[in-house]
């Protein structure tokens, strides 16, 4: 192997455009420039794009695999690429899964890349200094079912999301390995975490997509059970006057959620002041005017929802009660601040995200019922407003929803129940034929 060159410069895309018949055909082409050491002059490549359309992100993650490979063995050229007829004695995991982060680093936003590192700390004090040519698919299963089944060293269950961001950093080191460093083996082919799971777990994780009006009503009276618990028990002292108020703060996340249809993001800034009364209509509404959102500095607070609007959601009588409950007790607890975010601890600190799911999981288990995600209630909220005796139309329900498109309701966040098409069904014979 000959080293041609041992300068790079920077990558410069240009956007280019050709008539076609169906318009315009946008496509990008890299440039860059390479010094050679014989003749110490620069010479001009290119990563062309117009034969697989790529976008400036494909042909930048080109360029920074060739600027690694330039950084390492000092070639450019994929012909030159040295080979692996006698690959190393050992390839460390935690040395590639350095080197994936290296790479990785160059490609994504911070917070992505902040992301993944916190998965890689993980995973590299599972597998460490191993070598990886005698890591096995097996292993690798064995490592994903504890991880969902409980049967690891902290005895938790983690979620679906969790092992599958474990199982990224491990299949991109195995990828950076064998195309690098010649390594044989790719266990990754066939463990996968969904193929670990067993029919119980596969139940809990959820295949179904949303909750019923049934299973609303469980989960909701496995919630009532425990306010009617410790609201008896408060007079024992400030713990039980705090699990009321938890378990008083979790109905209102949960009903908010399923039959407002907010988002995560627009539960964590709810105020006191979102709660309005309508005198026109009598009923009460929520009205959002911010959410929040994730940005390179993590998640902040932000004017407006996700899709830009502030209108208004009627809710059900009950619910505006249930809300109403929790003010009454925080004004108790802090006075009446109409900026104050209601979806806080006892102790006043904000919920994370992840304490919502964990609310969503913890109820659904006291309930008897399949677990999911806190968005997923607005497609049980959809589901069951259209298979409703009440006949909700289309338009309506994504007028709930808060969707620019009836296509995206449509498509993503309804769903027909089988009993809804049987009464469709009959309704043909009362056609006047």
């Not at 982060?101 to 460490?128: M, T």
């Not at 969790?162 to 690098?180: L, M, P, W």
């Not at 994730?294 to 059900?316: A, C, L, N, Q, R």
Request: with cysteine; charged share 35%.
């Amino acid at each position: 192997m000959k080293l041609i060159y041992d300068e790079i410069s920077e990558l410069n895309i240009k956007r280019y455009e050709e008539p076609s018949d169906n318009g315009k055909v946008v496509y990008y082409n890299g440039f860059y420039r390479v010094k050679n050491i014989k003749t110490r002059k620069w010479e001009n490549k290119r990563i062309r794009g117009k034969r697989k359309r790529l976008t400036k992100k494909q042909i930048r993650e080109i360029f920074t695999e060739i600027y690694l490979l330039f950084e390492q063995y000092g070639i450019i050229d994929e012909k030159d690429k040295p080979g692996f007829d006698n690959p190393a004695e050992q390839i460390l995991f935690d040395t590639m899964c350095d080197e994936f982060l290296k790479h990785y680093k160059q490609l994504v936003q911070p917070s992505s890349y902040l992301r993944v590192k916190r998965h890689a700390e993980i995973v590299k004090e599972e597998f460490g200094n191993e070598d990886m040519r005698y890591i096995s698919g097996n292993r690798l299963e064995s490592y994903y079912y504890s991880l969902q089944s409980g049967e690891n060293e902290k005895q938790h269950k983690y979620s679906y999301s969790e092992v599958s961001g474990r199982h990224f950093v491990i299949k991109s080191t195995f990828k950076r390995a064998r195309q690098y460093h010649g390594l044989q083996n790719n266990p990754c082919e066939f463990a996968i975490p969904k193929r670990t799971m067993n029919d119980k777990l596969r139940q809990i994780e959820g295949s179904k997509k949303h909750w019923t009006i049934e299973e609303v009503n469980k989960v909701v009276a496995a919630i009532d059970k425990e306010i009617e618990t410790t609201k008896k028990d408060i007079h024992k002292g400030k713990y039980w006057y705090n699990r009321y108020i938890r378990a008083l703060r979790n109905k209102v996340i949960i009903c908010t959620t399923i039959w407002a249809a907010t988002r995560k993001g627009e539960l964590l800034v709810f105020k006191d002041s979102s709660l309005k009364y309508d005198k026109k209509e009598s009923m009460y509404y929520l009205y959002f005017a911010g959410t929040q959102t994730e940005t390179e500095e993590g998640y902040v607070f932000k004017d407006g929802t996700k899709t830009g609007d502030t209108g208004k959601i009627y809710i059900h009588d009950s619910l505006a009660e249930t809300i109403l409950a929790l003010i009454d007790e925080h004004k108790k607890l802090y006075g009446y601040d109409p900026d104050r975010f209601d979806m806080a601890s006892t102790y006043g600190k904000a919920l994370s995200r992840n304490q919502v799911n964990r609310i969503f999981e913890r109820y659904a288990t006291a309930a008897g019922v399949h677990y999911i995600p806190p968005h997923k209630g607005r497609r049980s909220h959809g589901s069951i407003l259209i298979n409703s005796d009440q006949e909700w139309t289309l338009e309506e329900i994504q007028e709930r929803l808060r969707h620019s498109s009836s296509e995206t309701t449509r498509k993503y966040y309804i769903e027909i129940y089988d009993s809804t098409r049987a009464k469709s069904a009959k309704k043909i014979n009362k056609l006047p034929l």
